[in-house]
């Protein structure tokens, strides 16, 4: 069965500092990744996602993710935090081996920017 | 290009209603789903729709919530009759198979409906 564990409720950084916001996943096979954002009173937005190749993976809004297959982990990176980067976010996997496109999602880490 | 739209944004009724919540993929999308979103259990996956048709409906809480896909650009999630646990944010969302075998293009959200029950 797939799993995803957002192990943070909360991140505090402030603006300028670099910020993560961690993710471990669990899957039969081998998985898509995803990261969405999500604003008050707006649905998700998708930010990056991981199919294959390269580890490091670039998305929107200068964030980056770092798939580690060893230590099943999708952690989301900024080197530069900003106020208005502050909302709800969401990790989400996807079993490549079902085929299908049924997505589980994590918790929710909710980001504070701090000016 | 218009995204997925989704009506009513907000709807409050009395508990014992009829609640009809509507979706308007992303056109050339060939999948729909139906999530619900509450503090106490995040993100939950209803049902979802491959051209038209429901592929999974195991996340579907009880009898009392159903779906349809009349058509590639419209879909319903009713819940009759409503309770007051069924008080929540509603999203739909679409996306689309680039070839066979390949799911990895994200889902696109609409803004959702929040339902409130009284």
């Known amino acids: 069965a797939q799993s995803v564990a957002q192990p943070e409720d909360q991140v505090n950084v402030a603006e300028g500092n670099p910020l993560t916001v961690k993710c471990t996943y669990s899957v039969s096979g081998n998985p898509y990744l995803f990261w969405y954002v999500q604003y008050p009173n707006r649905g998700l937005q998708f930010l990056l996602k991981y199919i294959t190749g390269d580890n490091l993976v670039k998305g929107s809004y200068g964030f980056e993710a770092e798939f580690n297959k060893s230590q099943t982990s999708f952690h989301l990176k900024k080197p530069s935090a900003l106020v208005s980067d502050s909302a709800l976010y969401f990790c989400?996997?996807?079993?490549?081996?079902?085929?299908?496109?049924?997505?589980?999602f994590g918790a929710g880490t909710r980001l504070f920017v701090k000016a | 290009d218009a995204g997925v739209i989704q009506s009513p944004r907000h709807e409050v009724t009395e508990m014992g209603q009829e609640v009809t919540l509507r979706c308007k993929p992303i056109?050339?999308?060939?999948?729909l789903f139906w999530y619900r979103q509450t503090m106490m259990r995040g993100l939950e996956l209803l049902i979802y729709f491959n051209n038209n048709v429901p592929i999974d409906d195991s996340g579907m809480p009880e009898d009392r919530f159903s779906a349809k896909m009349p058509n590639a650009s419209f879909s319903t999630l009713k819940i009759q009759p409503s309770e007051p646990r069924d008080s929540a944010v509603y999203f739909c969302?679409?996306?689309?198979?680039?070839?066979?075998?390949?799911?990895?293009?994200?889902?696109?959200f609409g803004d959702g409906t929040r339902l409130s029950i009284l």
């Open positions: 989400a996997v996807r079993d490549i081996g079902t085929g299908g496109f049924k997505t589980i």
């Open positions: 969302a679409s996306s689309f198979r680039v070839g066979v075998g390949l799911s990895n293009q994200p889902q696109h």
């Open positions: 056109s050339g999308h060939d999948y």
